[in-house]
């Protein structure tokens, strides 16, 4: 028991930390004292169930890693984690569906939590035909994918820039969440060719706005931004850690490119 609360209390107390919270911080958020904060990351308290789970709410721990936390307390796990094609996830991929074809000419792709392709519009299939076939083998990474030289990397204009953006958000991604696998996709990715700095700031007239990606097409060159969406109130860890990126044309020309191409191989 003494071993099993010590590693408890060292996933809270790591949990904290990646917060940058104090004791005193986290303890008057949960209403609890700090001391009863300090028995429990030292493992001399056994907090109950429902302590657990709100130190998680309160620490932003993702449904995954709650599970963890439960099973290192001696709980059960709190949240299932069904499979994509399970029937209890079929209204939220119907959803996933219908948001990815209501792109019509624009990409759009569903994602899990560690960037591995799960669905994909045939908008930005179109965009992949370049992908070297070993790149788009299951699980294929839609950030390696962008940034291997196997991949879209030769035909984005500003890879400088788009791949130190890519590689900054994945590595707050990873710190946030502990996660080692986002961790070791960051040093994979750190290690492929940067691109020319030269091209670093192709951007749109304001460059402060939004960090598009610019990539050589045959019928011009091709400027898009993204948005990601997530579900709002997720109870089960695939679907917390699904996530839809859509691409938007970032001026009228991009636009025109997208409904071209889309009219040439409408997929």
Do not use: K
């Amino acid at each position: 028991m003494t071993a099993r609360a010590s590693a408890f209390g060292d996933q809270i107390r790591d949990w904290r930390q990646r917060r940058r919270l104090s004791q005193l911080e986290l303890a008057g958020d949960a209403r609890i004292s700090t001391r009863h904060l300090s028995f429990i990351e030292t493992g001399r308290s056994r907090p109950s169930r429902g302590m657990l789970l709100h130190l998680a709410e309160l620490l932003d721990v993702p449904l995954r890693e709650r599970n963890a936390l439960l099973l290192a307390a001696g709980f059960s796990p709190a949240f299932p984690a069904h499979a994509l094609d399970a029937g209890a996830l079929a209204s939220a991929m119907a959803a996933v569906e219908l948001v990815l074809n209501a792109h019509g000419a624009f990409p759009a792709i569903a994602v899990d939590r560690h960037w591995n392709l799960l669905r994909a519009n045939s908008a930005a299939r179109r965009l992949m035909h370049r992908v070297a076939p070993s790149l788009l083998a299951p699980p294929a990474n839609v950030l390696r994918m962008t940034l291997h030289p196997q991949g879209l990397a030769p035909l984005i204009l500003n890879l400088a820039q788009l791949r130190e953006h890519l590689l900054s958000r994945l590595l707050r991604q990873a710190r946030s969440t502990g996660d080692l696998q986002l961790q070791a996709l960051y040093d994979e990715l750190l290690q492929l060719p940067a691109g020319d700095a030269t091209g670093a700031h192709l951007t749109t007239p304001d460059p402060d706005v939004v960090v598009p990606m610019r990539m050589q097409t045959p019928y011009g060159v091709l400027s898009v931004f993204s948005t990601i969406t997530v579900f709002g109130t997720p109870v089960d860890v695939t679907l917390s850690e699904l996530a839809v990126e859509a691409f938007f044309p970032a001026d009228e020309s991009s636009r025109a490119l997208l409904e071209q191409l889309a009219a040439a191989d409408p997929g």
